[in-house]
């Protein structure tokens, strides 16, 4: 399998020697692993089919849950299960403080560095909880493609400072991956939209995701990428909207203050909705854990208002 050669800042293309690699979106909400089959860009699916990956890990006394599974706890098991560890990468303690309400973890003290995470299997780093992500898609890779990886390219937003991207790195070096390159995610969205094949000019593109929000500006000649600029939010995403759809969740049904559970269960359901209202027009949420398990009318009006 060829690496796709693409020229970022200050770098120029070098041929790479024929790998066994993948490619790796390592997202705020979900992650997905790909590789070049056949000459055909694929996403590799688990046993069950599921290409998506839910960038969620639950520690138990036992192995940790990575995905669905560990998604399905969120709500019950709020201290234990980490969702949106890509919004800690390479973060202090005080930067905690943009997350709001959406972090309910506990924290235990750090030293200058990155927080770590109290969970019934110890202290965790944003960088061993991102270590889990990848060894699962790392072993998914390998079940697939039948061989050990030699390496992958991990996508991050253009917006990620040294801290950021160094800590990425860190995750991938903790679960066995040998990383051939980070690349910008809007650069990575140009080549899957085929702007790479004959497209030439000066052309911006933006990337929405689950944490982050970036725009980079990109001149492409003979499909070679050049990123001319970069610009964004590396704490602005769907997490967000989660969150502002989960204070009105709280304001309608007039709840005071949330423990755990509670806030994990609104920003979850606040989520669903989301989700439910790309389709429809709107959507009724009941809250299972709440007392009464009361319900709500969404619109997606009220949504876009």
Known sequence: MALLQIAEPGQTPEPHQRKLAVGIDLGTTNSLVAAVRNGETVTLPDHDGQHLLPSVVRYTEAQPEVGAAALAQAAKDPFNTIVSVKRLMGRGIDDLKALDGQAVYRFAPADGGMPYIETVAGNKSPVQVSADILTSLRVRAEDTLAG???????????????????????????????????????????????????AEGVIAVYDLGGGTFDISILRLNKGVFEVLSTGGDSALGGDDFDLALAEWFKDQ?????????????????????????????????????????????????????
Not at 165 to 178: C, V
Not at 282 to 301: H, Q
């Open 148 to 198: 050990e990886l030699e390496g992958a390219v991990i996508t991050v937003p253009a917006y990620f400072d040294d801290a950021q991207r160094q800590a990425t790195k860190d995750a991938a070096q903790l679960a066995g991956i040998k990383v051939l390159r980070l690349l910008n995610e809007p650069t990575a969205a140009a080549v899957a939209y085929g702007l790479d094949e004959g």
């Open 253 to 305: 049904l007039q709840l005071a203050e949330l423990d755990a559970k509670q806030s994990r269960e609104l920003t979850g359901r606040a989520r669903w909705v989301k989700e439910q209202l790309s389709a429809n027009d709107a959507v009724d949420v009941t809250f299972e854990l709440l007392d009464g398990a009361p319900s709500l009318n969404v619109t997606r009006e009220l949504l876009i208002a």
